[in-house]
């Protein structure tokens, strides 16, 4: 998936934007075993990239085609010489990038960006993402941005991940759906799931709240150890104080100890 650019994208420092400009993209082209590895070996010898693995296959004995896996700290510098290095070297369809930008116990990844020069917009979106989620986050937050257009958080705190959202989502442009065993968001924009985010963690500091599904028109919400009519007439009081016309469209349910306890 192409993200297009975003403010996030555009306000990238004017260093980042001259190393960018200077990239000189050449025509696609086949490249064999040693080709790839010189294009690994390139990656690997950037200042910030933390480790590139490469796997290698040969569907017939003239065609090379290879994963190549680039983790890396988030920054403008490590970005900036990251995309001028892969795309210093000769454009090839047979490369299948995935980027992870990982900063302390947060990773976001783009995953199987076909060809060897990978866009500006999708490394810069996780890579701001990972900066910022990186300063709010409590535990281990590891998100994947797929081709699907489904952001995915793995095995993560429900509250983890709505703070995530809250200063991450901006970061990617246009609109995508986030999925996780806990929060789940249909498709909206960076800046609508980062509001609804930002209102779920204002009401997870009232209540446990351990799990948010949220689609165009409804909104289930977990409030672990509570129940009954009374909690559910709080969040919807909580809520609608934050921001009444974000959430009056949407047909809210409060869920307690597995039960229904009120709409």
């Known amino acids: 998936m192409t993200i297009p650019r975003s403010p996030v994208v555009a306000a990238l ?51 090379v085609h290879a994963s190549v896996d680039v983790t890396f700290t988030p920054d403008d510098g490590v970005l900036a010489q990251l ?9 090839t369809p047979d490369v ?18 076909e060809g060897s020069c990978p866009d500006v917009a999708e490394l810069a979106a996780i890579d701001v993402a990972a900066r910022d989620i990186a300063g709010v986050a409590v535990g281990s937050v590891d998100a994947t941005l797929h ?29 995508f759906a986030v ?11 960076g800046d609508e799931i980062a509001a609804l985010a930002t209102d779920l963690v204002a009401l997870g500091e009232q209540y446990p709240l351990s799990g948010a599904a949220v689609s165009a028109t409804e909104a289930t919400l977990t409030v672990q150890g509570l129940g009954g009519e009374e909690v559910s007439e709080e969040v919807v009081t909580l809520l609608s104080e934050r921001s009444s016309e974000r959430w009056a469209s949407l047909r809210l349910t409060v869920v307690g100890d597995g039960v229904v306890s009120g709409s």
């Open 13 to 63: 420092s004017a260093s980042l934007v001259a190393a960018l400009a200077a990239v000189s993209l050449t025509a696609c082209s086949s490249v064999g075993r040693d080709g790839i590895e010189r294009y690994a070996e390139g990656l690997r010898a950037v200042d910030g990239v933390q480790g590139v693995e490469v796997a290698i296959s040969t569907p017939l004995p003239a065609l």
């Open 147 to 175: 081709d699907d257009g489904r952001l995915r958080f793995d095995d993560t705190d429900a509250m983890d991940v709505l703070r995530a959202l809250a200063v991450g989502a901006t970061a990617f442009p246009g609109e």
């Open 96 to 113: 299948q990038l995935s980027l992870y930008a990982v900063s302390d116990t947060v990773r976001v990844a783009q995953l199987d960006i």
């Open 179 to 189: 999925g996780g065993d806990d929060v789940t968001f249909a498709s909206a924009s």
């Open 83 to 91: 995309v001028e290095t892969a795309c210093g070297f000769p454009a």
